[in-house]
């Protein structure tokens, strides 16, 4: 080939490189389906949401059947009978509930729950639930009357647990056979709804609740010759020959040594139920307690003696 020939020779363009396919964008099938599960619980969560919205817009449109009022589920027998009409008014009046208070109102259960856990008549609310037609019931535990403490001549009504109840007065206005008084007492005197501080008056309440069960089962026939539980002497510096506990009889300077409190007393004292069985026997005989000052700590019999200054 002649050198002319090669200078004619044509000029390729150079080559020119490929263009990368960019292709469609993709998922995996692992990939769609956490996509679908995520779409579907936030749809479920709107649609929950919007549904109790439109609940509760539905429920408060709904006319109330009666005013709301408040209904005690199982109330116990003491509470219901006439003789404590004042004392339910009270607690009900605690519960700070009133006619025209909306039913639908969220709150309003809790509410009520809150202020009747307040009251010192009520140890414990178990359950407040309201209807449609404005009843609001409440399922709970009350406190009843047992006892009275007095202290310098004031009382102070308490519960079989001590809790101080809001009834107080003068000793003379309270009938002493009705409920037990306990007296001697030390320690300061608790907020209402409290309970009262202090083993004397544990020892106290343990011979009330004693001799009220024995009341209440027909064991008791001398319940009448009794006036009140002495605790005064509980850590023996009176008179340490006295026991801890004294029951004071209706006759003036006269009263029952009765030791130690059910349940606690030392071997060389007879049990609280031997105890009262001495007392039931000497008050069969004699046709009541005598004018003496009566020791029961002795497992054969009760030993009588005459009061100072008699």
């Known amino acids: 080939m002649s050198r002319a020939a090669a200078k004619r020779r044509p000029v390729r363009a150079p080559a020119r490189g490929k263009k990368k396919s960019t292709g469609s964008w993709r998922l995996s099938p692992a990939a ?26 539905y429920v408060q449109a709904q006319p109330q059947e009666g005013p709301t009022h408040l209904v005690w589920e199982q109330l116990p027998t003491w509470l219901s009978s006439p003789a404590y009409g004042d004392v339910l008014v009270e607690i009900e009046s605690d519960a700070d509930l009133y006619s ?9 259960t809790e509410r009520v729950g809150l202020a009747l856990s307040a009251s010192p ?42 809790v101080r109840l809001p009834n107080e007065g003068p000793l003379a206005t309270f009938p002493e056979d009705e409920w037990f008084i306990i007296t001697g007492v030390r320690g300061d005197i608790p907020e209402l ?43 023996l510096k009176e008179r340490p020959l006295d026991g801890r506990l004294r029951i004071r009889t209706i006759h003036p300077g006269c009263y029952v040594r009765w030791g130690e409190p059910p349940g606690e007393g030392p071997p060389v004292e007879p049990t609280a139920q031997r105890k009262l069985e001495l007392l039931t026997a000497l008050y069969v005989d004699r046709g009541q307690l005598p004018e003496r000052i009566l020791e029961v700590r002795r497992e054969d019999r009760v030993a009588a003696e005459r009061p100072a200054g008699r």
């Open 121 to 162: 008549w009520v140890a414990e609310v178990h359950q407040v639930v309201k209807g449609a037609d404005g009843a609001v019931r409440v399922a709970a535990e009350f406190r009843e009357p047992f006892a009275y403490v007095a202290i310098n001549g004031w009382t102070y009504l308490v519960d079989k647990a001590g």
């Open 193 to 235: 709804g409290q309970p009262w501080p202090g083993e004397d008056m544990a020892g106290g309440l343990a011979l009330a609740r004693f001799l009220d069960d024995a009341r209440r089962g027909g064991q008791l026939p001398f319940r009448s010759s009794l006036r009140a539980i002495d605790v005064a002497n509980y850590d």
């Open 100 to 108: 025209d208070d909306p039913v639908a109102d969220p709150e309003l």
């Open 32 to 57: 769609w389906w956490r996509m679908w599960v995520l779409c579907g619980w936030a749809a479920t969560v709107l649609l929950l949401v919007w549904g109790l919205d439109a609940l509760r817009d």
